[in-house]
């Protein structure tokens, strides 16, 4: 069921994950089928069961999308202080 964005401007939707990510867990579910009916090779379909909880929609936001900002915020981006009296 593909659900037109109230915003014209949001991202458009695909059940609980954007267009983007149900294209990447379709190649990496094709690669990790692959993997583990040829090699035996089970952890690509882990990353691909990970990956896709972890991008799912839930008002606007995802859990990745979190992880994100919270990585820049405490870990990436420079943070200044200067203390004046």
Known sequence: MYMYPDNLKAKATLWLWELKDIGIIGVE???SVF???QLGF???????AVYSFLTIQFEDTSILNFIRYACGFFLLK???FEWRL
Request: hydrophobic share 60%.
């Open 78 to 80: 420079q943070q200044k």
């Open 42 to 48: 089970m952890p690509p379909i882990v990353i691909t």
């Open 29 to 31: 579910l094709l690669i």
């Open 35 to 37: 993997a583990l009916a």
